[in-house]
């Protein structure tokens, strides 16, 4: 199956789509009125495992509930220690579902291929604006993504110079001469590779970030210290923070929110999807189970929750795109 990355979402949203301006108002995300309601099957039963993603563990567990409301002979099972963690479940079989909030790795394709003669299924499953958090009362506009490396980084792979205190961005106040206190994930986290990749530009991270095992212990970070700044997925955003825009270095239009409308028109730089990867025989396709939960996200219901818990839905068109290659 063809993916799709972060900056081609803009493809996707702009080739005769036909998406509603309703859709697009940032301050009121709407479910696409086309995504039908799930229709439960009878017989779905036994035991679901997931391994993964600590960014989509909360809706994970939504997604679950839900679920197993459809289908109450079913048990779901959730851990959400970090996307690393998908891909040696999905290969051992100690997990059917492996959510990730990045794309899977060559390597990690290449360790299920070599063990099922195929490679696993990538589904999208929603959309994330990988949001740049500060303190609620921290003023400042925004960031370039060379201001953002200058930052979280040790290598300054974009061209600029170290940035550790908040006078670099002319700020009065308690933030006059505040030293930049960073938080950030741990190298488990899919979120802390992409990051990596889109932010720093493949470089290395200073040592002085303080690595968190969760996404919300980062927004807890910052939320208790004016002076910190730190990166995760826009579900986690709560009132204590505030998500900076964010220019592509200077590039038209200059800073940019972390909207659903700049999410699907391509201008916000750290736009992902996120993801959940099954094992689906090629010709098979996936067992009962495991395509029945794969449906019910899918669903109204199912794009519901993830409006509920701070994420971006799919479009109908993006889910018509994937019926054919999951085999549902």
């Known amino acids: 199956m063809k993916r799709l990355t972060h900056r081609t979402l803009i493809a996707v949203a702009s080739v005769g789509l ?97 063990k099922y003669g195929y490679k696993p299924t990538e589904i999208r499953v929603a959309i994330d604006t990988l949001a740049v958090f500060v303190h609620k009362d921290n003023p400042v506009k925004g960031f370039t993504l060379r201001e953002i490396d200058s930052i979280f980084s040790s290598t300054y792979k974009r061209g600029g110079l170290p940035i550790d205190n908040w006078s670099a961005f002319k700020l009065g106040g308690a933030l006059a001469n505040k030293p930049i206190s960073r938080y950030g994930r741990n190298s488990a986290s899919g979120t802390y590779g992409f990051f990596k990749e889109h932010s720093l530009a493949k470089g290395d991270f200073t040592v002085r970030v303080k690595e968190q095992p969760g996404s919300s212990a980062v927004v807890q970070g910052v939320e208790k210290e004016i002076g910190a700044i730190g990166y995760s997925g826009i579900g986690y955003a709560t009132s204590g923070v505030r998500a900076a825009a964010i220019s592509d270095d200077g590039k038209a239009p200059k800073y940019v929110e972390a909207t659903y409308a700049n999410a699907l028109n391509g201008t916000y730089p750290l736009t992902r999807f996120l993801f959940i990867y099954i094992n689906s025989h090629p010709r098979k396709g996936p067992e009962p189970l495991v395509a029945a939960f794969i449906k019910y996200v899918h669903s109204q219901e199912g794009q519901q929750v993830v409006v509920k818990d701070g994420y971006f839905p799919l479009t109908i068109q993006m889910i018509d795109r994937m019926k054919g290659d999951i085999g549902l």
Not at 60 to 89: C, D, R, Y
């Open 18 to 114: 036909m998406i509603s301006p309703v859709l697009l108002r940032a301050q009121a995300v709407a479910v696409d009125p086309k995504i039908p309601a799930y229709a439960p099957a009878s017989g779905i039963s036994g035991n679901l495992s997931s391994v993964g993603s600590d960014s989509l563990n909360n809706v994970m567990t939504l997604w679950a509930e839900g679920f197993k409301k459809a289908h109450p002979n079913v048990v779901v099972q959730i851990e959400g220690k970090g996307s690393s963690t998908a891909p040696p479940a999905l290969v051992s079989g100690t997990a059917q579902l492996g959510p990730m909030s990045r794309a899977m790795k060559a390597e990690e394709m290449d360790a299920f291929e070599k």
